[in-house]
C-alpha cells in the first residue's frame, strides 16, 4: 500500500500565560476536551488539535499584507523524504517522520545556517517507512510506522545523536496516520481495520498490549478525532464510525454509530466541532468523484446515520479537512481546494463557496490545510505550499496569495504547521544528499 500511494501521489516557542492556549483553543470550537494546554503556543499533533481542526488562532505575525515576503529561512536535513508525516512543534523543538525509519527532532528556531542537523533522531525500522505524523503531549513522542508498531521517545531526547524508543505498542497491522493522544489515552488507526487504545504512560514494559481495540470493515489510514466523549475515524469501507472513547467493558468495542460517507475513506481524517463531524471520500468506485460529508457528532439515535449535507468535492480526495471560522477546507485530486460553508446550505448537496488553485503548473492537494490568522496553508505535489486568503476572493475561483517553493521536490503531501511566524512542512531535495528537508518559511528580518 505504500509503495502504490508512494508512486501515485508523486521558532523558537514564544511563552504565553498558563491556561491562555486552552481557552483560545475553546473559543476556536476545539471540543476534544482534552489538556493540551501549554505555557507555549505549539501544534503539537497532526491538524494541531484531538478534533483535528487544523486551526490556529493564536497566530498573529503572519497575515494577508505581508504573505508575500515569507521566504526560505532553513531547512532541516533527513535521510528521506518526509512523505504525508506532517510537523509538529512543541516548546522550541520541530519534529517530523521520514520514509527512512526515523523520527528527527529540530530546533525550531534553526541553527543560524541556511541547513541544519537535528537535534537528535529516534529510531525505528530502517526497512519500513514512516509516513505518520508525530503526536507530542507531556513530554513523549508518539508516532507510528509501516512495521505495525506504535513507537513513543522522550520528547527531550536521550542525551545522543541517536535515541531508542521508551516503549512500542504492538498492532497488526501498518500505522499510516498520525496518533491521537487525549485524556492519557493513546488512539492509533491501523491497516488491520482496527483502532487500537493504549496507556499513554505505557505499561512499564518495553512492548505493550491495547487497553482494547475495535473493528471496522475496511483498512485504516485515517487519523482518530476525538470530542471527549467519542473518537471518530474513517475506514475504506466508505464509514465514518463513532467509538466510546473510554472503550467498553471488555478487550473489543463496537462502534456507537456508524455514517457512510461514499465507498472509501482513504487517508481523510475527520475534524470535530460545534457537533459536527467532517470526512471526505472517494463517492464512486473508479474514484473519480468524490464529497465532503457532514454528520451530527453525538449521532442519529440509530446504528447508521445519514450525513447531515454532503458536497461535491472534485476528484479523489485524501486530504483531511480542516475547520474555521465557518469553513469548512479541503483538498482535492483535481488540483483544487474547497471551502465549504460549516453550516451547509439548508439542502442534502451544497456547493462550494470558492475553489483555489496554483499559479503555475498543477498537482493534486492530498495534504490537509492549516488555517492561521485568515490564510489557508495547504501542500500540492507541484512542489510547493499554495496560500489562500481564507475568505476567498470577489468571485468563486481563486488564485493564492504566495506559495512557498521547495528545492527540486514535487512531491508535499506532508500538512503545513503555522506557529510562531513559521509555516514548517516536510519533503526532499532530490538533488542534493542526503535528500530529506523539514521546509521552514518565515518573513525573516
Known sequence: MVRIRFAILLALALWAAQGVIAAAQQNAGDASGDSLASPSVNWPMFKNQASRLGFNSLESTINKSNATSLRLAWVGVMGKLADFSSPAIVDGVA?????????????????????????????????????????????????GSENHKLYVFSAAGCGQSTCSPLWTGQTAGAIFAGPLVANNRVYVASEDKRLYAFNANGCGRSTCAPLWTDVTGGALDSAPAIDGSLVYVGSQDGKLYAFPANGCTGLFCRPLWTGQAGVNIFGSSPAV??????????????????????????????????????????????????VANGKVYVGSGDDLIYAFDANGCNQPTCSAVWRGEAVGSQAGMVSAPAVANGL???????????????????????????????????????????????????????EDFPPGRLYVFNLGQ
Not at 530502517?126 to 505518520?132: A, D, E, G, I, T
Not at 493564492?400 to 531535495?429: H, K, M
Open 95 to 143: 519534529y517530523i517522520g521520514s520514509t527512512d525509519g526515523n523520527l528527527y527532532a529540530f530546533n525550531a528556531s534553526g541553527c543560524g545556517q541556511s541547513q541544519c542537523d537535528p537535534l537528535w533522531k529516534g529510531t525505528m525500522d530502517p526497512n519500513f517507512f514512516v509516513l505518520s505524523s508525530p503526536a507530542v503531549v507531556n513530554g513523549m513522542v508518539y508516532i
Open 376 to 430: 489557508v496553508y495547504i501542500g500540492e505535489n507541484n512542489g510547493s505550499v499554495v496560500v489562500f486568503d481564507a475568505n476567498g476572493c470577489d468571485g468563486n475561483f481563486c488564485l493564492p496569495v504566495t506559495q512557498l517553493p521547495t528545492q527540486n521536490e514535487p512531491i508535499v503531501s506532508s500538512s503545513p504547521a503555522v506557529v510562531n511566524g513559521n509555516v514548517y512542512f516536510g519533503s526532499d531535495d532530490q
Open 273 to 322: 466541532v460545534n457537533g459536527v463531524v467532517y470526512i471526505a471520500s472517494f463517492n464512486e468506485a473508479d474514484g473519480r468523484s468524490s464529497r465532503l460529508y457532514a454528520f451530527r457528532a453525538s449521532g442519529c439515535g440509530r446504528p447508521s446515520c445519514d450525513p447531515l449535507w454532503s458536497a461535491p468535492a472534485g476528484e479523489f480526495v485524501q486530504s483531511s479537512p480542516a
